[in-house]
């Protein structure tokens, strides 16, 4: 594989981890969301992530010959973005203008730990890849330097 196929590697995480980093922001935004527009409490979003698989075997059997081919294989995408099904947390608070006939509200099932622990991977993932980027960049110009 060739530099460029590198960072064009690296570069598709960085972008499916800024956008998992997002969805993580907007479910600890909305932790306390009782009422949404479809109705009902805000529930918990999750980023499902699809490896980038070459688009033909032509382009496979090129890499492996070591010619330059115009795709990344290797890379990743955001597949989709789901949301987690699971039932709400109900707390009693009879005068919250949510609240049923007994008095119940239904808060997001978000747990704070969970969403802030997986920011912290997104940010680390996220860290490691803008790393490799700079490592093939600074290989990049050595080979100009030697050319030279």
Do not use: C, W
Not at 58 to 81: H, N, P
Not at 102 to 122: C, H, K, Q, R
């Amino acid at each position: 594989m060739n530099l460029f196929g590198v960072m064009g590697i690296s570069a598709s995480g960085l972008s499916a981890e800024r956008t998992r980093a997002e969805v993580v922001a907007g479910n600890m935004a909305n932790a306390e969301s009782t009422h949404t527009a479809e109705g009902g409490p805000y529930q918990r979003k999750e980023v499902v992530f699809q490896s980038e698989a070459p688009s033909s075997f032509r382009m496979q059997l090129a890499s492996a010959g070591g010619a330059v081919s115009t795709g990344v294989a290797g890379g990743v995408t955001v597949r989709s973005i789901i949301s987690d099904t699971s039932a709400p947390i109900m707390r009693y608070e009879p005068g919250h203008p949510d609240a049923d006939a007994s008095g119940f509200v239904a808060y997001p099932n978000i747990n704070p730990v969970l969403e802030m622990t997986d920011l912290m991977d997104a940010s680390r993932a996220y860290q490691m890849n803008a790393s490799a980027v700079q490592a093939a960049k600074q290989m990049i110009q050595q080979s100009i330097e030697l050319l030279k």
